[in-house]
C-alpha cells in the first residue's frame, strides 16, 4: 500500500479492492483502490478514523462508526468516486464488523461502547440504504472480531470479551446462531467470505506477537490451512472465500504488504481419463 496502517477497514476482492481509514497514526481518512496489482490513492474519507466497519465493493462501500478520538456512530456511503455521510448508528462503537454486498445493505454486529475502556457489546444493526435498524444481538458480546457475508447470511468469529475468545457465530436474517469454535482463540484477525457457509480467518494475537495462522470454514468447522507469509495482528480482510486479500496491519510500525489468498483446501475438480 502507499500508506501503511493499522486498524482500517476494506471492501472488494483480490482484482477489485477498497482500503480505507485507520491509524498511521494518527487517525486517517486515506482511502486506496487496488486492481490487482497496484493500490492508487483516491478521495479520503470526510472524518478520519479508525476501527469501524467495512463492506461492499470497491464501487459500492459502506463504513460505520469507529474512533476518531472519541466514540463515534458516523456512517460513510462510497458510491466508486467519493464519501458522503449518511444516517449514523443508533449504537456508536468502535472495533465493531460489518457484512453487506453494496451500500444499500448491510449488518454491523459487536464492538465497543466506550472509549477509553472495555465495554464489549453483541448489538447488531440492520442498514436498508436509508436508516438503521436493531435486531438481534450476538449470543456473546465482543470486540476485535472478524466476519464476512451478506445482511440475510453473516458469520462473526472471534473476538475479545474479557478475555479472546474463538467463538463462531453464524446469523441467517433473523437471529444468532452459536457453532464451532475455530481452533486457535484470537481477536484482531482478518476475515472473508461470501456468506455463513464459507469463510476464511486469518492473522491476528492470542495475546502475544502477531499470528500466521490461517482457518477455513465449510459451514460446520473450521480446518487449518496455509499461513500467512508475513505474521500480523489487526490485519484487515475482504474478498470471498477463494478471492481474499490480507491487507496492512500491525503496529508501529505498520505494515504496507498485501497478501492474495490461492484458495487451498478448497475442492478442485479433476478430470480422469483411461484407456
Known amino acids: 500500500m502507499n500508506s501503511g496502517r493499522a486498524e482500517l477497514e476494506a471492501s472488494g476482492d483480490q482484482t477489485a479492492a477498497l482500503a480505507f481509514g485507520g491509524e498511521t497514526p494518527p487517525f486517517t481518512g486515506i482511502t486506496e483502490s487496488y486492481n490487482g496489482t497496484n493500490w492508487t490513492e483516491v478521495n479520503d474519507f470526510n472524518t478520519g478514523r479508525s476501527t469501524h466497519t467495512g463492506n461492499g465493493t470497491q464501487t459500492s462501500a459502506l463504513a460505520a462508526g469507529g474512533d476518531t478520538g472519541s466514540l463515534t456512530g458516523i456512517v460513510e456511503s462510497w458510491n466508486g468516486t467519493c464519501w458522503a455521510e449518511v444516517a449514523d448508528l443508533n449504537t456508536s462503537r468502535r472495533q465493531a464488523i460489518g457484512a453487506g454486498v453494496d451500500n444499500t445493505s448491510a449488518l454491523v454486529f459487536g464492538g465497543n461502547t466506550v472509549r477509553p ?78 456468506d455463513n457457509t464459507s469463510a476464511l480467518v486469518f492473522g491476528g494475537s492470542s495475546g502475544g506477537p502477531g499470528l500466521a495462522l490461517t482457518e477455513t470454514w465449510d459451514g460446520t468447522s473450521w480446518s487449518e490451512e496455509g499461513d500467512l507469509n508475513g505474521a500480523r495482528g489487526y490485519v484487515k480482510g475482504t474478498g470471498a472465500y477463494n478471492t481474499a486479500v490480507a491487507i496492512a496491519g500491525g503496529t508501529a510500525p505498520t505494515i504496507t504488504s498485501t497478501e492474495e489468498w490461492t484458495g487451498a483446501g478448497a475442492p478442485v475438480t479433476e478430470t480422469i481419463t483411461t484407456s
Open 117 to 194: 475502556g472495555d465495554s464489549p457489546t453483541g448489538v447488531t444493526e440492520s442498514w436498508n440504504g436509508t436508516s438503521w435498524t436493531e435486531v438481534n444481538d450476538l449470543n456473546t458480546g465482543r470486540y476485535y472480531l472478524a466476519g464476512n457475508g451478506t445482511q440475510t447470511s453473516a458469520l462473526a468469529y472471534t473476538g475479545y470479551t474479557t478475555v479472546i475468545v474463538g467463538n463462531t457465530e453464524s446469523w441467517n436474517g433473523t437471529s444468532w446462531t452459536e457453532l464451532n469454535d475455530v481452533n486457535t482463540t484470537r481477536y484482531l484477525s482478518g476475515g472473508a467470505g461470501a
